[in-house]
C-alpha cells in the first residue's frame, strides 16, 4: 500500500511516497479508504524526529483522516460499509484507570494516529471502531478532514483544562494555524472577549472574520506582556492560549489576572521557558498543560462542528501528486488554516 511520509528522519528532503503493509481490521476495528487528509505542525516534528518517540520506518504521515468505510471488523456495530465518516486521531486503552474515569486523554498509553501510529495520507487506514465517527453529506470529505485534531485541542484547552467562561478574557497567542483558527471560534461560542497576538497585521482581517474581537500585534517595543495588560484595561487576561512555547510562555503569565491561566498546547518555537515565580504565586495564577481530547470532549465539539456552529478553515487543498509541497507550506508567511491533501479514490 503506498503513502506519503518518510523512511529516514530528517527535513522535508527526506519527504518521499513509501511502501507500507495495507492494514487489516481486527474484532472491534474498522478500516477505512481515506479520501482526504490533514498535516499538521506534528508532522513536521514526527518528520524530523521527537525525542523519546520511537516510530516505525517507512512512516506514513497525517493525523487526520476522513472517507469512506470499506470494512468492518468483528463485532463492529452502529456503522456500515460505505458510509462516509472522519477519524478521531487520539488513541486511547479503554481499560486503564483514566479510561474508565471517563478521561481518555489522560491515558497512559495515548497515542496519535500519525506519530505513533502509520497515519492518514495513504489509502486504508484501521482505528478502532470508537474512532470512527459519520460525517453527512454537508460535510466535505477535505472539510471533515480539517476539523479533528485542532478543535479537539482547542475544546479541551478552553473548557475542561482552561474553564473559560461567558466574559472573561481570553488571548490566543499566534495567528493563522490550524489550532488558533479553531480556539478563536471555541472562545467565541463560549462567551468570552478575544484578542489574537501575532508579529504582524496581515492576517488581522481573517482572524477578525472568525470572531476575533481585538488583533494585537507585537514587536520589541510593544511586547506581549504590554499589550495585553493594554488590551484588558489592566485587569489581566483570564486565559492566555499559548502553542508557540519558550519566546511567550514568561510574557503570557505576566499578562494573566489574579487566578489567571496559561494554558500550553504546544511548544513550536522552543520547549524550555523561563518564568518568574513570584508573578505565578502572587497572582495565584496557573500554567497548565493539554493535549487533544477525551471521548466526550471530542463528541461535544463535533457536534457543534456538524451543526455549524463551529467550521474548517482550510488554506489550501493539495492533490496527491503535491503532497511535499503540502508539508512545505508551512514554512509560508501567509498560511491561515489547515493544509488539507486529497488521496484519490
Known amino acids: 500500500m503506498r503513502g506519503f511520509g518518510f523512511a529516514e528522519h530528517g527535513g522535508l ?20 479508504r481515506i479520501r482526504a487528509a490533514a498535516f499538521n505542525h506534528l508532522d513536521r516534528f514526527t518528520l524530523a524526529g521527537i525525542p523519546g518517540v520511537p516510530i516505525e520506518r517507512p512512516h506514513v504521515l497525517g493525523s487526520d483522516g476522513s472517507g469512506v468505510v470499506e470494512r468492518l471488523g468483528g463485532g463492529v456495530a452502529g456503522v456500515s460499509v460505505g458510509q462516509r465518516v472522519l477519524l478521531n486521531p487520539g488513541l486511547w486503552d479503554g481499560v486503564c484507570d483514566a479510561c474508565r474515569r471517563g478521561e481518555e486523554a489522560l491515558c497512559r498509553d495515548y497515542r496519535i494516529v500519525g506519530e505513533h501510529t502509520q497515519g492518514t495520507a495513504t489509502e486504508f487506514v484501521v482505528v478502532p471502531a470508537r474512532n470512527v465517527h459519520p460525517i453527512p453529506e454537508t460535510l466535505s470529505f477535505a472539510e471533515a ?30 495567528a493563522g494555524g490550524g489550532v488558533p483558527t479553531a480556539a478563536v471560534q471555541v472562545a467565541k461560542l463560549l462567551g468570552a472577549q478575544v484578542a489574537v497576538v501575532a508579529r504582524s497585521d496581515a492576517k488581522a482581517p481573517a482572524t477578525r472574520a472568525l470572531g476575533a ?35 511567550t510562555i514568561g510574557r503570557s503569565l505576566r499578562a494573566t489576572a489574579r487566578a489567571g491561566r496559561v494554558v500550553v498546547i504546544g511548544a513550536t518555537a522552543g520547549p524550555t521557558a523561563e518564568i518568574d515565580l513570584r508573578t505565578l504565586f502572587w497572582r495565584q495564577a496557573s500554567i497548565r498543560g493539554s493535549t487533544m481530547a477525551g471521548a466526550a470532549e471530542f463528541r461535544e465539539v463535533l457536534a457543534r462542528i456538524l451543526d455549524g456552529r463551529l467550521h474548517a478553515v482550510i488554506d489550501r487543498v493539495f492533490s496527491w501528486e503535491h503532497a511535499a509541497d503540502a508539508l512545505a507550506r508551512f514554512d509560508a508567511p501567509d498560511l491561515f488554516g489547515k493544509i488539507v491533501l486529497t488521496v484519490p479514490p
Open 213 to 247: 474581537d481585538a488583533f494585537l500585534t507585537i514587536d520589541a517595543e510593544h511586547p506581549l506582556d504590554r499589550v495585553l495588560w493594554q488590551w484588558s484595561e489592566k485587569q489581566g487576561v483570564d486565559v492566555i492560549f499559548d502553542s508557540v512555547g519558550a519566546p
Open 13 to 32: 528532503d527526506r519527504l518521499a511516497y513509501v511502501e507500507v503493509p495495507e492494514p487489516v481490521p481486527g474484532p472491534g476495528e474498522i478500516r477505512v
Open 145 to 174: 478532514a480539517a476539523v479533528a485534531l485542532v478543535f479537539q485541542t482547542a475544546w479541551r484547552a478552553l473548557t475542561t483544562i482552561g474553564g473559560v467562561v461567558t466574559g472573561q478574557r481570553v488571548a490566543i497567542v499566534g
